[in-house]
């Protein structure tokens, strides 16, 4: 299984109706006008990220680690702060969302055919990313993207995924929720030797049928460090024979979660660089979530509930409704919302400490934009 291979990486460009159909950002541009029409001149983008950033703050008030459990160290009277300032930051985040930021996670990988089988190559670099605006973290990136490019396939299709490693760490790659044969597990000393700095791995395999859903691949050695720091991403897997509510669905849109070293972050951003996720009024989304972190993330949804119809890809027994769904480390949950209410709707994580404080919303927060 192991080679040695030095074919270098070119990420995919997907089609434009790829990008329409996966991705909000490309139905981003009217929201320029909904929520710019909250956007006066006095709009501030350098104190867009002061919630986030220490910069300004005292260590107490950008102290936002405290985990899933433990109580925010900032108090308003501990920021040091009046409430006419708070006032002013809190509004200069959102005004400032979509904020732009270098490089752009999750983007679809077309892949490259091979005598029937779908090739892809992701290489793994270290490398300066975005998170926030003017905010630049290492990332251990696959593809320089975080997270890594979204793969999709079909149950039943045979798939090549050949992992360059130019870091300077071993590496493997799990597929996780994939039910495969034991030798392409991706686990080092048990199913695989470890991908060595400088060395290329090929992981062959046939997506089993009745596996479809919302799976990942990520990295299993050191994963806590680099699987935080960059190496992973989406391996979604489409059914031959979509169920009814699947071929309803308008806008498919992947949300990944983390929690390390890069912050509280979706799809390697954090709030105000969030993207949002875009629909018109009468269509239905479907919301994929995956965890990758090590927190749990509750995520929220305003104006409109979720209707869960899938976790970690198998089919729930019947759909079920909320409008708080907790995303466990490692878990995928697909929702289903049907967008019948217009205007911005703020979706965040509701552990608080992960989405709000005294300098306003930072981290896992985003919008569903529902135009009229
Ligand atoms: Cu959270």
Redesign the pocket.
């Given at each position: 299984m192991s080679e040695q291979n030095d074919t270098e990486t070119v990420p995919s460009i997907p089609s434009r109706r790829d990008f329409l159909r996966y991705s909000a950002l490309g139905l981003a541009v009217p929201l320029a006008g909904m929520a710019v029409s909250a956007c006066g001149p006095e709009a501030d983008p350098k104190v867009a990220g002061a919630g986030l950033a220490p910069a300004g703050g005292s260590a107490a008030d950008s102290n936002h680690s405290g985990g899933?459990t433990a109580p925010h160290p900032a108090t308003p009277a501990a920021s040091g702060k009046n409430w006419q300032e708070m006032d002013r930051m809190h509004e200069a985040g959102v005004k400032a969302f979509p904020a732009a930021t270098q490089g752009k996670g999750n983007q679809l990988l077309a892949p490259r055919m091979e005598n029937g089988v779908k090739a892809y190559d992701l290489t793994v670099r270290k490398m300066q990313w975005e998170v926030e605006p003017g905010k630049h973290v290492e990332a251990w990136a696959f593809n320089e993207q975080v997270p890594g490019p979204q793969i999709r396939v079909r149950e039943g299709d045979r798939v090549r995924v050949r992992l360059h490693n130019r870091f300077d760490e071993s590496t493997a790659l799990h597929f996780h929720g994939l039910e495969l044969p034991n030798d392409v597990d991706g686990v080092p000393f048990i199913t695989q030797p470890p991908i060595h700095p400088g060395e290329s791995y090929t992981y062959d395999f046939t997506v089993p049928d009745g596996n479809a859903g919302s799976h990942m691949y990520h990295s299993h050695y050191n994963s806590a460090q680099q699987t935080m720091n960059g190496m992973l991403g989406a391996f979604i897997v489409e059914a031959r024979n979509p169920r009814p509510i699947e071929r309803e669905v308008d806008v498919d849109y992947v949300m990944i979660?983390n929690?390390g070293a890069h912050g509280?972050t979706i799809n390697g951003k954090g709030f105000p660089a969030t993207e949002p996720v875009v629909a018109k009024v009468g269509q239905t989304v479907r919301i994929r979530y995956m965890n990758e972190g090590m927190?749990?993330?509750?995520m929220h949804l305003h104006g409109m509930h979720m209707t869960v119809i899938d976790k970690d890809g198998w089919a729930q027994p019947a759909p079920w409704r909320c409008d708080t769904l907790n995303v466990a480390p490692g878990e995928r949950w697909d929702v289903i919302v049907r967008c019948d209410k217009p205007g911005v709707w703020a979706f965040h994580?509701?552990?608080l400490p992960?989405?709000e404080g005294p300098h306003g919303m930072f981290?896992?927060v985003t919008a569903l934009v529902v135009e009229a």
């Open positions: 899933s979660l929690d509280y927190m749990i993330h509750p994580c509701h552990v992960h989405a981290g896992m």
